[in-house]
């Protein structure tokens, strides 16, 4: 019962609620209206310099520019501190102080950095001005039946005609004034904080650029942590399982081969036993190479390829002119495209021969498969080929096929030598 | 005959030992790298090493230069290199000099106990013992003319010579006649302008200069 009470917020009163609040948060003691006075007065001395340099004769002037574009990296990094400090706000975007001077030029941010120090600045210097002097005007108009009582008797202003009410009307325009600044200084504060972020901070297209950069990184890492990941089960099976697995099988075979006087059924489940075990071994052999050859890491593409091209049941014709190794991640998805580029042919193809070429083009790995087999494959359609384009995907390599009906098929990939 | 083993997983040394003694070989030493595999060949002058190609410090091919120290040193000594993978290069390092008492196994090939042990008399003899595997990859790599003349089932016959098998058991492998492995050995020797010879050790050489591993 009561949980529908509760589910229903009291819908008319939200607003005068919400209304409420703004006014306090805008009270002329509240905490927010005083960091936002203290966010603009902070920000004062930033138009200094310009006005300055504007102020002088025409002679200093173009040494003053100078100067100022000087300043600018010193500037923009104060700004930030304030808006940081104040405003707990982070504006990124600083270019590296020793960046050499084209980059500088050519960087966005120098040319918005430059706005902002030589206009904005100083018009929000004028308009913080205006904020605190309308912040005196209020205090000062307010209290003047005070200043009038503190001034000594026989004074003029106390004395003339009407003062009294010259007085009232004083007081409550200080009271409106001391009202009307809080939303004043908050707008003239967003104000300020908007234009130190849009011209000191990325602009959308930086800030995208910046994103892909964090992106490709990322990529990177995961793509590299899966790798480093299956080479360490691949080791971990290697030095363990497929150790003791080899040796059991090698003590079963010794059985068999040594223990003739056993009864023919016991021989039997040795001999069973034995068998097993090198099947098992060759299972997990095969298994390991499928995860990340040995051969791979210890000796390159072009030892392991050679390996794969020697047990494919289509004659390989392999040529791998790589001088020096490339990164690691990138020579196994080679590796694994590979294999499987050549485990289609020999299942799809009917190819009685595979020229696998592996060449390096500038900072590309270029991998060409041909195959003089029946043709027609479709990269849309066949499962493994679209394995093989997310794999050369996977390291913004590029992936092409062309296989006419009646053949023959040729696979393109061309893949980043370095991530 | 002295048997030296040289293999860093104890339970693989373990075995290995065993099945050579059972064997009636004398395994002299049994240690894991190889410095100790060297000083103890220094040592005791095996007749024959079976070495990992694998092992500390490195963990990369240690075996392999200590199998060519020990043969350029002791040249009479029978060397067999057990690997985890295939790696045809290390092969024909090994074989460039001398094929004589060479062997080159996949390390998982130890678990079929009889060919194992077959391979390791074969090269105690003098014989060569390459693994399918490598032979598969040497054929690979020598894509040249004389071999598209050869029948795919003279092929088949190549890689089994290759590997170091008598004219017998090629025929159990391939299940034919002696008689019809001997025709084909000769249709071989002849495609490769190769004189035909009896001496088993003499064809395997033959072979494996065809493949140019040696020079």
Redesign the interface.
Same mark, same amino acid.
């Given at each position: 019962m009561f949980q529908s009470k509760i589910d229903t917020p009291p819908r008319r009163t939200a607003p005068a609620a919400a209304v409420r609040a703004a006014a306090a948060a805008r009270a002329p003691w509240s905490a927010g209206t005083r960091r936002d006075t203290l966010f603009l007065a902070a920000g004062l001395p930033f138009g200094l310099p310009c006005v300055i340099v504007i102020g002088l004769p025409s002679a200093a002037l173009l040494f003053g520019l100078a100067l100022l574009t000087v300043l600018f990296d010193l500037q923009s990094t104060a700004q930030r501190s304030r808006v940081r400090a104040l405003r707990g706000v982070e504006v990124p975007g600083r270019i590296p102080p020793d960046a050499p001077w084209l980059v500088r030029l050519r960087a966005g941010l120098t040319w918005r950095q430059a706005v902002h120090h030589l206009l904005v600045a100083p018009l929000q210097m004028l308009c913080a001005g205006l904020a605190l002097g309308l912040w005196g005007a209020a205090v000062v108009l307010t209290g003047f039946f005070g200043w009038v009582w503190l001034l000594p008797p026989g004074y003029p202003l106390r004395s003339g005609p009407g003062w009294v009410a010259e007085g009232a009307l004083a007081t409550l325009g200080g009271l409106l004034l001391l009202a009307a600044t809080p939303w004043l200084v908050a707008l003239l504060a967003a104000v300020d904080l908007w234009t130190v972020r849009a011209l000191l901070g990325p602009n959308r297209a930086e800030v995208l650029e910046r994103r892909v950069e964090h992106l490709a990184r990322s990529r990177v890492d995961v793509v590299d942590a899966a790798d480093a990941e299956r080479r360490r089960i691949e080791r971990d099976l290697? @030095?363990g399982a497929?150790?003791?697995?080899?040796?059991l /099988?090698?003590?079963l075979?010794?059985a068999?081969?040594?223990l003739k006087h056993l009864p023919p059924e016991a021989m039997e489940v040795i001999v069973a036993a034995h068998e097993e /075990?090198?099947a098992a071994?060759?299972e997990l052999?095969d298994l390991v190479r499928g995860l990340h050859? /040995?051969?791979l890491e @210890?000796?390159g593409l072009d030892?392991a390829l050679?390996?794969i /091209?020697?047990?494919s049941p289509v004659p390989?014709?392999?040529t791998v002119d790589l001088p020096g190794r490339i990164a690691p991640t990138v020579e196994a998805v080679a590796y694994f495209t590979v294999s499987e580029a050549l485990a289609n042919a020999a299942k799809h193809s009917r190819a009685s021969r595979v020229d696998l070429l592996l060449h390096r083009v500038a900072d590309r790995l270029r991998i060409t498969i041909t195959d003089d087999g029946v043709g027609g494959a479709d990269a849309d359609r066949g499962t493994g080929l679209t394995g093989l384009r997310k794999r050369a995907a996977s390291v913004d390599g590029s992936f092409a096929i062309t296989s006419p009906r009646g053949g023959p098929t040729t696979i393109t990939m061309e893949l980043p030598c370095e991530l | 005959m002295r048997a030296v083993i040289a293999e860093d997983?104890v =339970? =693989?040394r373990?075995?290995?030992v065993?099945?050579l003694e059972?064997e009636g070989y004398e395994v002299v030493a049994a240690v894991g790298d190889a410095e100790a595999l060297l000083a103890a060949v220094e040592e005791h002058r095996p007749q024959i090493v079976v070495a990992d190609v694998?092992m500390p410090p490195g963990f990369?091919d240690e075996g392999v230069r200590a199998a060519l120290m020990i043969r350029r040193q002791w040249p009479g000594t029978a060397v067999v290199l057990l690997s985890?993978?295939?790696?045809?290069?290390y092969a024909a390092d090994l074989l460039a000099n001398n094929t004589s008492g060479v062997g080159y196994l996949l390390?998982?090939r130890? #678990?079929?106990?009889?060919e194992?042990?077959e391979a390791l008399q074969r090269v105690a003899q003098g014989g060569t013992a390459l693994d399918p595997?490598v032979v #598969?990859?040497l =054929? =690979?790599?020598r894509?040249r003319d004389p071999l598209h003349r050869l029948t795919p089932r003279e092929r088949d016959v190549l890689a089994l010579m290759a590997e170091g098998r008598s004219n017998t058991a090629i025929a159990e492998s391939l299940v034919v006649s002696d008689s019809a492995v001997s025709k084909h050995i000769n249709s071989i020797l002849t495609k490769l302008d190769l004189p035909p010879a009896e001496d088993s050790h003499r064809r395997v050489l033959a072979v494996l200069r065809f493949l140019e591993v040696s020079q």
């Amino acid at each position: 019962m009561f949980q529908s009470k509760i589910d229903t917020p009291p819908r008319r009163t939200a607003p005068a609620a919400a209304v409420r609040a703004a006014a306090a948060a805008r009270a002329p003691w509240s905490a927010g209206t005083r960091r936002d006075t203290l966010f603009l007065a902070a920000g004062l001395p930033f138009g200094l310099p310009c006005v300055i340099v504007i102020g002088l004769p025409s002679a200093a002037l173009l040494f003053g520019l100078a100067l100022l574009t000087v300043l600018f990296d010193l500037q923009s990094t104060a700004q930030r501190s304030r808006v940081r400090a104040l405003r707990g706000v982070e504006v990124p975007g600083r270019i590296p102080p020793d960046a050499p001077w084209l980059v500088r030029l050519r960087a966005g941010l120098t040319w918005r950095q430059a706005v902002h120090h030589l206009l904005v600045a100083p018009l929000q210097m004028l308009c913080a001005g205006l904020a605190l002097g309308l912040w005196g005007a209020a205090v000062v108009l307010t209290g003047f039946f005070g200043w009038v009582w503190l001034l000594p008797p026989g004074y003029p202003l106390r004395s003339g005609p009407g003062w009294v009410a010259e007085g009232a009307l004083a007081t409550l325009g200080g009271l409106l004034l001391l009202a009307a600044t809080p939303w004043l200084v908050a707008l003239l504060a967003a104000v300020d904080l908007w234009t130190v972020r849009a011209l000191l901070g990325p602009n959308r297209a930086e800030v995208l650029e910046r994103r892909v950069e964090h992106l490709a990184r990322s990529r990177v890492d995961v793509v590299d942590a899966a790798d480093a990941e299956r080479r360490r089960i691949e080791r971990d099976l290697h @030095d363990g399982a497929q150790q003791r697995l080899v040796s059991l /099988a090698m003590n079963l075979g010794l059985a068999r081969r040594t223990l003739k006087h056993l009864p023919p059924e016991a021989m039997e489940v040795i001999v069973a036993a034995h068998e097993e /075990a090198q099947a098992a071994v060759k299972e997990l052999h095969d298994l390991v190479r499928g995860l990340h050859p /040995a051969v791979l890491e @210890d000796r390159g593409l072009d030892a392991a390829l050679s390996g794969i /091209a020697a047990r494919s049941p289509v004659p390989v014709h392999l040529t791998v002119d790589l001088p020096g190794r490339i990164a690691p991640t990138v020579e196994a998805v080679a590796y694994f495209t590979v294999s499987e580029a050549l485990a289609n042919a020999a299942k799809h193809s009917r190819a009685s021969r595979v020229d696998l070429l592996l060449h390096r083009v500038a900072d590309r790995l270029r991998i060409t498969i041909t195959d003089d087999g029946v043709g027609g494959a479709d990269a849309d359609r066949g499962t493994g080929l679209t394995g093989l384009r997310k794999r050369a995907a996977s390291v913004d390599g590029s992936f092409a096929i062309t296989s006419p009906r009646g053949g023959p098929t040729t696979i393109t990939m061309e893949l980043p030598c370095e991530l | 005959m002295r048997a030296v083993i040289a293999e860093d997983s104890v =339970l =693989l040394r373990i075995g290995i030992v065993k099945v050579l003694e059972s064997e009636g070989y004398e395994v002299v030493a049994a240690v894991g790298d190889a410095e100790a595999l060297l000083a103890a060949v220094e040592e005791h002058r095996p007749q024959i090493v079976v070495a990992d190609v694998r092992m500390p410090p490195g963990f990369t091919d240690e075996g392999v230069r200590a199998a060519l120290m020990i043969r350029r040193q002791w040249p009479g000594t029978a060397v067999v290199l057990l690997s985890q993978f295939v790696e045809e290069r290390y092969a024909a390092d090994l074989l460039a000099n001398n094929t004589s008492g060479v062997g080159y196994l996949l390390k998982q090939r130890v #678990a079929n106990v009889d060919e194992f042990v077959e391979a390791l008399q074969r090269v105690a003899q003098g014989g060569t013992a390459l693994d399918p595997e490598v032979v #598969a990859q040497l =054929l =690979l790599r020598r894509d040249r003319d004389p071999l598209h003349r050869l029948t795919p089932r003279e092929r088949d016959v190549l890689a089994l010579m290759a590997e170091g098998r008598s004219n017998t058991a090629i025929a159990e492998s391939l299940v034919v006649s002696d008689s019809a492995v001997s025709k084909h050995i000769n249709s071989i020797l002849t495609k490769l302008d190769l004189p035909p010879a009896e001496d088993s050790h003499r064809r395997v050489l033959a072979v494996l200069r065809f493949l140019e591993v040696s020079q």
